[in-house]
């Protein structure tokens, strides 16, 4: 149950890390968001990782913990980055 809590957890923090960014923010909404909403974005995600990252020590300690922290921040901005560019290619092919 940990891994899937931490797992979302990382995918929702670095969606929010994503959209905290210029270009996808152009690509997805056509438009740029207002610095505040960037800062919090950019707080939630960290937030996010910083939760998963402590449910993961909690459960298997801190050297365990940290090696599954790795892997699952690897695999949640692998999974965020092809997202963005399946989103740009299939907005691509429509224009």
């Keep these: 149950m940990s891994h899937a809590l931490a797992q979302a957890l990382c995918l929702l923090g670095f969606t929010a890390l994503a959209?905290?960014?210029?270009?996808?923010?152009?690509?997805?909404?056509?438009?740029?968001?207002?610095?505040?909403v960037v800062i919090a974005l950019r707080a939630i995600g960290a937030c996010l990782l910083t939760l998963a990252l402590a449910v993961l020590v909690g459960v298997s300690g801190w050297g365990f913990?940290?090696?599954?922290?790795?892997?699952?921040?690897?695999l949640a901005a692998a999974?965020?980055?092809?997202?963005?560019?399946?989103?740009?290619?299939?907005?691509?092919?429509?224009q």
């Design 19 to 36: 959209f905290a960014m210029r270009r996808p923010q152009h690509e997805i909404l056509r438009r740029s968001l207002r610095r505040p």
């Design 65 to 74: 913990g940290l090696v599954k922290f790795s892997g699952h921040t690897t």
């Design 79 to 94: 999974l965020v980055y092809c997202a963005l560019i399946g989103y740009g290619r299939r907005v691509g092919l429509r």
